[in-house]
């Protein structure tokens, strides 16, 4: 069964705009954090913006004043807005939820921002 499931990759021009949506099965309860991480071709999975249930976040220095991260705590879903794109924010970007009992993770989707 597939826990999180993410919507909105693909590719855009650099300086252009794209939005990720996640969303999170019912059967996940009390998820705790919501975040996106991102990861580039040949290199490890970073943190890329991060939200918890009370609205506290996070931001990797690359994207701050650039990417926004909301979520709906009723709905159990997550969304990341991303403008002012740079080639260097291309990668598979992966839905992130830390639950009280267990994480899970997205299957990823691709953004590709060419120059």
């Known amino acids: 069964q597939v826990q999180l499931v993410e919507s909105g990759g693909g590719s855009v021009q650099a300086g252009g705009s794209l939005r990720l949506s996640c969303a999170a099965a019912?059967?996940?309860?009390?998820?705790?954090?919501l975040a996106w991480y991102r990861q580039a071709p040949g290199k490890q999975r970073d943190l890329v913006a991060s939200?918890?249930?009370?609205?506290?976040?996070d931001y990797a220095d690359s994207v701050k004043g650039r990417f926004t991260i909301s979520r709906d705590n009723a709905k159990n879903t997550v969304s990341l807005e991303m403008n002012s794109m740079k080639p260097e924010d291309t990668g598979v970007y992966y839905c992130?939820?830390?639950?009280?009992?267990?994480?899970?993770w997205g299957q990823g989707t691709q953004v590709t921002v060419s120059s």
């Open positions: 019912r059967n996940i309860f009390s998820i705790i954090t």
């Open positions: 939200i918890t249930t009370s609205g506290s976040f």
């Open positions: 992130y939820a830390r639950a009280l009992a267990a994480t899970y």
